[in-house]
């Protein structure tokens, strides 16, 4: 069941593999985030968890605004309703089209290089832009999900920040925010409270240097729980946010993941069983539909759909692709299913479709929202 709808109608409905998304997941994770983080500074939604458009509007709606890394993302993010005051344009490559695609709209660009602040200046000399700061802090998370470390390639390193400030006032810009992302899916505190505290020693010489800065974005990164536990205690980065920054400073957010993840279940179904060894299950979702397990050895529960009173044997779900690293979870305790029988695979509304690829030339997944009880159709399976 997804918000007292039977997943078994949806796959008859609209066949399987499929993504289905509840709107109530989205508003509860939004609302936990507005009415902690909110009440301190701006909420940006990272679009590349999600860009469902109907995903987009619904969490536009609630007056969350944009976190965008393309041309495409800003349009997907206008077109979903979000005004382009609240639209924030990241990204470590940022072409030259695209920085002018955004100064067009009036988007509010963090930069990452000194050769983007120049690039910047090029197009529009005035513009307010932030300066995206690697603190040197390791977020504690899969190591390629870390990018706040000196061997990762985002923002400026601290000791040069000053410089890059410097070099952007002589440009002609108005650095006038601190901007940092160190990483994602991260747990704990500790990591958000050593990049805040390089933040603010890096706030206070820029002022004593006569530059002021007047925003503090502090990025995403806000880790879910993808099986036993609780999600990030967002209320304990509120308190700490107030305890240590200072009055009058501005404050944003980059949450993406926080937001999607626990809205989607991806809904797979048995094709073939081969007891050996190991007992394979074969899905017909494969790794091109949803990467994270492949790439991170991330873990998803998986959940059998239709109900089997058996005892429970340790299975591997794997997909049809032609890897190897096509499992999406191994030694999953389950009743083993018959053929046909539909498996859920839980928490996949952020970084699952996104990422999904058309690998071994299978065709994109359609999309299903269920609002108040009812699904709609929010993207089409692709050809
Ligand atoms: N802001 C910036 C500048 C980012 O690069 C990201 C994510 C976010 C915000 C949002 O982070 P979140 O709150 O969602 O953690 N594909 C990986 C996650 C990569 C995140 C990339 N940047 C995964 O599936 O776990």
Redesign the pocket.
């Given at each position: 069941m997804l918000d007292r709808l039977p997943l078994t109608s949806i796959a008859r409905e609209y066949g399987t593999p499929i993504y289905v998304y509840s709107a109530s997941s989205i508003r509860r994770q939004a609302a936990r985030l507005m009415q902690s983080l909110g009440t301190i500074g701006s909420l940006?939604y990272?679009v590349?968890?999600n860009s469902n458009p109907a995903l987009l509007a619904l969490v536009f709606s609630m007056g969350i605004g944009a976190?965008t890394?393309s041309r495409r993302e800003i349009q997907a993010a206008l077109d979903a309703g979000c005004p382009a005051d609240r639209i924030i344009f990241?990204?470590v490559g940022k072409t030259p089209e695209e920085l002018a695609f955004a100064l067009e709209h009036d988007i509010f660009i963090?930069a990452e290089s000194e050769e983007e602040l120049a690039a910047i200046a090029l197009l529009r000399r005035g513009t307010h832009v932030g300066i995206?700061i690697n603190p040197g802090v390791d977020a504690r998370t899969?190591q390629?999900?870390t990018?706040g470390m000196d061997e990762n390639k985002?923002g400026i390193p601290v000791d040069a920040a000053p410089d890059a400030f410097r070099l952007a006032i002589d440009a002609g810009l108005v650095p006038d925010t601190i901007?940092c992302?160190i990483?994602?899916?991260?747990m704990s505190l500790e990591p958000y409270r050593k990049s805040l505290a390089r933040l603010l020693e890096l706030r206070d010489s820029l002022m004593s240097d006569g530059i002021p800065v007047s925003r503090l974005d502090l990025?995403?990164?806000?880790?879910i729980n993808y099986g036993e536990g609780t999600d990030f205690a967002v209320e304990d980065l509120r308190a700490l946010l107030r305890r240590d920054v200072p009055k009058g400073m501005k404050l944003s957010f980059?949450?993406?993941?926080?937001i999607?993840?626990h809205a989607g279940t991806l809904v797979t179904q048995v094709l073939y069983r081969k007891c050996y060894t190991r007992t394979f299950v074969v899905v017909d979702a494969g790794m091109n539909d949803l990467?994270?397990p492949a790439?991170?050895q991330?873990h998803h529960t998986i959940l059998p759909v239709t109900r089997r009173d058996a005892e429970l044997i340790p299975c591997d779900i794997v997909g049809p692709v032609c890897e190897s690293a096509d499992c999406f979870a191994q030694d999953v305790p389950l009743p083993l299913p018959e053929q046909g029988d539909l498996l859920a695979i839980c928490d996949t509304g952020?970084?699952g479709w996104s990422?999904s690829s058309t690998y071994n030339s299978r065709p994109l997944l359609p999309e299903v929202l269920i609002e108040d009880g009812e699904p709609a159709l929010i993207r089409e399976r692709g050809l």
């Amino acid at each position: 069941m997804l918000d007292r709808l039977p997943l078994t109608s949806i796959a008859r409905e609209y066949g399987t593999p499929i993504y289905v998304y509840s709107a109530s997941s989205i508003r509860r994770q939004a609302a936990r985030l507005m009415q902690s983080l909110g009440t301190i500074g701006s909420l940006h939604y990272a679009v590349k968890a999600n860009s469902n458009p109907a995903l987009l509007a619904l969490v536009f709606s609630m007056g969350i605004g944009a976190d965008t890394v393309s041309r495409r993302e800003i349009q997907a993010a206008l077109d979903a309703g979000c005004p382009a005051d609240r639209i924030i344009f990241s990204g470590v490559g940022k072409t030259p089209e695209e920085l002018a695609f955004a100064l067009e709209h009036d988007i509010f660009i963090n930069a990452e290089s000194e050769e983007e602040l120049a690039a910047i200046a090029l197009l529009r000399r005035g513009t307010h832009v932030g300066i995206r700061i690697n603190p040197g802090v390791d977020a504690r998370t899969h190591q390629y999900l870390t990018t706040g470390m000196d061997e990762n390639k985002f923002g400026i390193p601290v000791d040069a920040a000053p410089d890059a400030f410097r070099l952007a006032i002589d440009a002609g810009l108005v650095p006038d925010t601190i901007s940092c992302h160190i990483g994602s899916q991260i747990m704990s505190l500790e990591p958000y409270r050593k990049s805040l505290a390089r933040l603010l020693e890096l706030r206070d010489s820029l002022m004593s240097d006569g530059i002021p800065v007047s925003r503090l974005d502090l990025g995403g990164g806000f880790g879910i729980n993808y099986g036993e536990g609780t999600d990030f205690a967002v209320e304990d980065l509120r308190a700490l946010l107030r305890r240590d920054v200072p009055k009058g400073m501005k404050l944003s957010f980059e949450p993406g993941r926080y937001i999607a993840g626990h809205a989607g279940t991806l809904v797979t179904q048995v094709l073939y069983r081969k007891c050996y060894t190991r007992t394979f299950v074969v899905v017909d979702a494969g790794m091109n539909d949803l990467i994270r397990p492949a790439l991170y050895q991330a873990h998803h529960t998986i959940l059998p759909v239709t109900r089997r009173d058996a005892e429970l044997i340790p299975c591997d779900i794997v997909g049809p692709v032609c890897e190897s690293a096509d499992c999406f979870a191994q030694d999953v305790p389950l009743p083993l299913p018959e053929q046909g029988d539909l498996l859920a695979i839980c928490d996949t509304g952020a970084y699952g479709w996104s990422m999904s690829s058309t690998y071994n030339s299978r065709p994109l997944l359609p999309e299903v929202l269920i609002e108040d009880g009812e699904p709609a159709l929010i993207r089409e399976r692709g050809l």
